[in-house]
């Protein structure tokens, strides 16, 4: 039972992680940065929501890498 769990949440983790870099592959904001002042950029809702959606992606997509190479003490 235990090891069936335990499958189930390595599959699930696999397929989040999966998810995270398909989505964040899809979101740029490179020609957004290239053709528009700062300013611009700072008072668009659109590319802020962007940037807030990327970071938090990229932040999840750390702490689980974290979580995964992280040492086992026992």
Do not use: F, Q
Request: charged share 30%.
């Amino acid at each position: 039972m235990k090891e069936r769990a335990e499958r189930i949440a390595a599959r699930a983790l696999k397929d989040a992680l999966e998810v995270l870099d398909n989505k964040l592959e899809g979101i740029t904001l490179a020609e957004m940065d290239a053709t528009h002042e700062v300013s611009e950029l700072a008072a668009s809702r659109d590319y802020c929501a962007l940037l807030a959606i990327v970071s938090g992606l990229s932040g999840a997509k750390e702490s689980a890498e974290y979580w995964i190479n992280r040492p086992v003490k026992r």
